[in-house]
């Protein structure tokens, strides 16, 4: 039996998002909200989990109230708790903030039956920056597998985990000791269609939320307060112009590159 925690982050359906040309942020007005694509993988991996080897799988999510949603979709897709992180004191957060918080989560659940593996996305679709699967690893001192694109298998007795993790050019086979920390690809397969009653069950499933003292925080390691990085500006890069073509000058090879010595000393690209 395992004991599996999936995290998952509501983002903006970022198809939809647009900067404002004014104000250089994100519009985010009328945007839907989704469960991050790789977290898809993530509930997935979690219910095959626990298909495979018995066990239950809870979600955690870090968001505003509205993330409940999130969670209710999740558990339409066999997971068998939700459980949502919400706290203004939670506003703000930066990575290092937020794997702080969904690690004192996880320390809680642990408290309560010891947990094994731990399933987070590669990467999120709004802040992009896959630190927070590893940060949480770290702060628990479990092992960690990135890159994870098939769970080959657990060996629930020995407490080993064995992993195929997908690089670029190259396939790594690779074993763990539970408890680990794995994050998933896109490779892993996404949760199989939702039935309607399975549906309703998730609408119907109480889903708790813990503020900051249920999780044992103080409020300077979470928020602003506890993060150091912050997104000063968001903007889209302008757009590259065409480069210059320099004609083949019928069929004169040396003049071309003579044309071209030129341009690249006088742009500074070589010294003369
Ligand atoms: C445009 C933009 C840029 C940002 N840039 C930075 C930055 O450079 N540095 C920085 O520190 N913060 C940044 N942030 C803030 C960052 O989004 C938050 O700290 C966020 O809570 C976690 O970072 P991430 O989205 O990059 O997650 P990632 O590290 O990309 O997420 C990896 C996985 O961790 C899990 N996870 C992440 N967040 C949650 C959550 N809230 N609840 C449950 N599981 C979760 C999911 O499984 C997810 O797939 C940025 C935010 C935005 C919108």
Same mark, same amino acid.
């Given at each position: 039996?395992?004991? +599996?925690?999936?995290?998952?982050?509501?983002?903006?359906?970022?198809? !939809?998002?647009?900067?404002?040309?004014?104000?250089?942020?994100?519009?985010?007005?009328? +945007?839907?909200? $989704? $469960?991050?694509?790789?977290?898809?993988?993530?509930?997935?991996?979690?219910?095959?989990?626990?298909?495979?080897? &018995?066990?239950?799988?809870?979600?955690?999510?870090?968001?505003?109230?509205?993330?409940?949603?999130?969670?209710?979709?999740?558990?339409?897709? &066999?997971?068998?708790?939700?459980?949502?992180?919400?706290?203004?004191?939670?506003? /703000?957060?930066?990575?290092?903030?937020?794997?702080?918080?969904?690690?004192?989560?996880? %320390?809680?659940?642990?408290?309560?039956?010891?947990?094994? $593996?731990?399933?987070?996305?590669?990467?999120?679709?709004?802040?992009?920056?896959?630190?927070?699967?590893?940060?949480?690893?770290?702060?628990?001192?479990?092992?960690?597998?990135?890159?994870?694109?098939?769970?080959?298998?657990?060996?629930?007795?020995?407490? %080993?985990? %064995?992993?195929?993790?997908?690089?670029?050019?190259?396939?790594?086979?690779?074993?763990?000791?539970?408890?680990?920390?794995?994050?998933?690809?896109?490779?892993?397969?996404?949760? %199989?269609?939702?039935?309607?009653?399975?549906?309703?069950?998730?609408?119907?499933?109480?889903?708790?939320?813990?503020?900051?003292?249920?999780?044992?925080?103080?409020?300077?390691?979470?928020?602003?307060? &506890?993060?150091?990085?912050?997104?000063?500006? +968001?903007?889209?890069?302008? !757009?590259?112009? /065409? /480069?210059?073509?320099?004609?083949?000058?019928? /069929?004169?090879?040396?003049?071309?590159?003579?044309?071209?010595?030129?341009?690249?000393?006088?742009?500074?690209?070589?010294?003369?």
């Amino acid at each position: 039996m395992l004991n +599996i925690v999936a995290c998952i982050k509501q983002v903006p359906d970022t198809t !939809q998002v647009r900067i404002d040309p004014e104000t250089n942020t994100l519009v985010r007005e009328g +945007i839907p909200a $989704i $469960i991050n694509p790789f977290d898809m993988q993530a509930i997935q991996a979690g219910v095959e989990l626990k298909e495979r080897y &018995g066990g239950r799988c809870t979600m955690l999510c870090m968001g505003p109230p509205m993330a409940v949603e999130a969670l209710q979709k999740g558990l339409s897709y &066999g997971t068998d708790h939700g459980i949502l992180l919400s706290d203004r004191a939670l506003v /703000g957060s930066d990575t290092l903030a937020t794997s702080a918080a969904l690690a004192s989560a996880i %320390r809680k659940l642990d408290k309560e039956e010891r947990v094994d $593996i731990v399933v987070c996305g590669k990467q999120t679709i709004d802040g992009d920056t896959a630190q927070v699967g590893p940060g949480i690893a770290t702060r628990l001192g479990f092992s960690q597998i990135t890159y994870v694109g098939k769970i080959e298998s657990v060996d629930v007795e020995g407490r %080993r985990l %064995r992993a195929r993790r997908i690089l670029e050019g190259a396939e790594e086979v690779v074993e763990a000791p539970l408890p680990v920390l794995l994050t998933v690809l896109k490779e892993i397969g996404e949760p %199989r269609y939702a039935s309607l009653p399975a549906v309703i069950k998730g609408l119907r499933t109480p889903v708790p939320v813990w503020g900051i003292e249920e999780m044992a925080m103080n409020r300077d390691e979470v928020g602003l307060a &506890g993060s150091p990085t912050q997104v000063r500006r +968001i903007f889209a890069p302008p !757009q590259r112009a /065409g /480069g210059e073509i320099i004609a083949s000058d019928e /069929g004169n090879p040396d003049r071309v590159a003579a044309l071209l010595l030129d341009r690249l000393l006088a742009d500074g690209v070589l010294e003369g």
